[in-house]
C-alpha cells in the first residue's frame, strides 16, 4: 500500500515523500481513512509506529478543504503532556504542511510565553499545546479555543500518570461541542476508556500493536550486577561495543546528574535531561544526541514518552523503573520504524521484585547474563551470606569499601576462627 491508496493530497504526498517515507504504517494504513471520513477515533499505538503523522496528515488535509477565514482561528488543536513531545509533533505539523497554506505554533511552559502570544494573535489554525500553558494563556485572554474543529489528545495515558485530567476536562469546556476527536493512547486502561467515554462520539477503535507490548526488533538483555558496579558496567558497555549513541534511564534526577559526570569524566560525552533542567537546556541536551554531538544522554522518565529519536540503536535501564509499563515506553526508544535496537537493563539485588513484575507484565522471561569480572556478591537485605569456601570466583575480585563486601568478608573471617577452634 502507498501514501496515495490512502487518498492523500498532492502537496501532502509531495511533503511525505520529501521526508523519506514511502509505504505508510499499519497505524497510518487504518488511521488516515478513518479521520478522513470525519470519524472520531480512540486509538493504541505503540511508540515508534508512526502515529503522529497517522493523525497529523488527514487533520491537515481536512482543514485544508474547508473554508479559510481571514483571521485564522485555532481550528484545530493537538494537546501533549510533556514539552519536549509538544515540541516535536509541531516540527511534524510544520514538515507535513510545508506545500499548504496553512499557519500553526507550539506553547508550552518554562519559556517566555510573550513569543507564543504574539505568533496566536497574528493568526494560527493548528496550535500544539502542554496543558498548563494552553490554560494560562486562556486565563490571560491571549487565546480562543471557542473555535477548534478537531481535537487530538496524543500520549492521553501519560497526561492522565501527570495529573491532567482536570486540565484535560476544562479544556473540553472551552470548545465546541461539535467537533472531531482523536484520542490516542499507548494503552487502554479504565481510566482512558473512561475518558474517551465522555469524550468520543461513537468512535471508531484501532489497535495498532498488542497492548503493552514491545518492538519486535528490540533484543532484551540483562545483566546480574552489584549496584556499586553499575557505573563502571555502563562505561564498559559503552567502550567496549564502541556505541555512538546511548539513551539511559535512571529513576532519580540527582543519579542522573552524576552519572552522567562520571561518563564525562571517563572521556564519553554525555548530558543529563530531567524536569529540573530549564526547557532551553533539554532543548540544547536533546539536539546535540540527534545530531551525534553528544554521544550518551541520561533521562529520568520524563523522557520516556514521546521522545523521536531515528534509528537509536541503544538503551539502557541504569535503574529498573518501579512501574512495569515504564520499560514498556523507556525501550519503546529504541526499534522504531523496522531499525533494530538493543534494550538493556542493570539488575542489582534489590530490583528483582522489578524484574519479575516487568516479566510478567511482557508474559516472557527476560535473558540473563553476568559480566567476567563484574559477578554480583550482594545478598538481599536480611539474608545471611552463604560460605563460599573454596570459590576461585572471589579470588578474582578486587574487595571494595561497601557494606555488602564488608558483611561477607566477616562471615569468612568467622569461618576462620571456627577452623582454627576445630
Known amino acids: 500500500m502507498s501514501f496515495k491508496s490512502l487518498g492523500l493530497i498532492p502537496e501532502l504526498l509531495k511533503a511525505v515523500n520529501k521526508q523519506g517515507y514511502h509505504t505508510p504504517s499499519p497505524i497510518q494504513e487504518k488511521t488516515i481513512p478513518i479521520i478522513l471520513e470525519g470519524r472520531d477515533v480512540l486509538a493504541s499505538a505503540q511508540t515508534g509506529t508512526g502515529k503522529t503523522a497517522g493523525f497529523t496528515l488527514p487533520l491537515l488535509q481536512t482543514l485544508d478543504a474547508t473554508r479559510k477565514q481571514r483571521h485564522r482561528p485555532i481550528r484545530a488543536l493537538i494537546l501533549t503532556p510533556t514539552r519536549e513531545l509538544a515540541a516535536q509533533v509541531h516540527d511534524n505539523v510544520r514538515d507535513y504542511a510545508q ?54 489528545l496524543d500520549e492521553a495515558d501519560r497526561m492522565l500518570d501527570m495529573g491532567f485530567l482536570r486540565d484535560i476536562k476544562k479544556v473540553i469546556s472551552l470548545m465546541p461541542k461539535q467537533r472531531q476527536n482523536l484520542l490516542f493512547s499507548a494503552t487502554f486502561s479504565k481510566d482512558i476508556k473512561k475518558l474517551a467515554e465522555g469524550i468520543l462520539h461513537r468512535p471508531v477503535l484501532v489497535e495498532a500493536e498488542p497492548e503493552n507490548s514491545t518492538a519486535q526488533k528490540v533484543e532484551h538483555k540483562t545483566f546480574s550486577v552489584d549496584k556499586a558496579d553499575k557505573v563502571e558496567v555502563t562505561i564498559k558497555l559503552i567502550a567496549d561495543g564502541n556505541w555512538k549513541q546511548v539513551l539511559i534511564f535512571t529513576r532519580t534526577k540527582h543519579r542522573a546528574n552524576r552519572l552522567s559526570e562520571k561518563l564525562v569524566k571517563a572521556g564519553i560525552s554525555s548530558a543529563a535531561i530531567h524536569g529540573n533542567k530549564s526547557q532551553g537546556a533539554r532543548t540544547k541536551a536533546l539536539s546535540g544526541f540527534k545530531s551525534s554531538k553528544i554521544r550518551v544522554l541520561v533521562a529520568t522518565d520524563i523522557a520516556a514518552r514521546g521522545l523521536d529519536i531515528p534509528l537509536l540503536p541503544h538503551v539502557i535501564n541504569f535503574e529498573l523503573p518501579n512501574v512495569p509499563e515504564d520499560y514498556v515506553h523507556r525501550i519503546g526508544r529504541t526499534g522504531r520504524a523496522g531499525a533494530s535496537g538493543e534494550a538493556i537493563s542493570l539488575v542489582d539485588v534489590d530490583e528483582r521484585d522489578y524484574l519479575r513484575d516487568i516479566e510478567k507484565l511482557l508474559g516472557e522471561k527476560l535473558p540473563s547474563e553476568i559480566i567476567a569480572g563484574f559477578e554480583p556478591t550482594a545478598k538481599p537485605a536480611g539474608s545471611k551470606p552463604k560460605q563460599r569456601g573454596g570459590n576461585n570466583r572471589n579470588k578474582k575480585r578486587k574487595p571494595r569499601p561497601q557494606n555488602n563486601s564488608n558483611q561477607n568478608s566477616g562471615g569468612q573471617n568467622k569461618n576462620r576462627n571456627r577452623n582454627r577452634r576445630r
Open 99 to 152: 506545500f499548504l497554506d496553512i499557519k500553526s505554533t507550539v506553547i508550552f511552559g518554562g519559556v517566555n510565553a510573550k513569543p507564543q502570544i504574539r505568533t496566536i494573535r497574528g493568526g494560527i489554525d493548528i496550535l500544539v499545546a502542554t496543558p498548563g500553558r494552553l490554560l494560562d494563556l486562556e486565563n490571560q485572554g491571549a487565546l480562543s479555543l471557542g473555535r477548534v474543529e478537531i481535537l487530538v
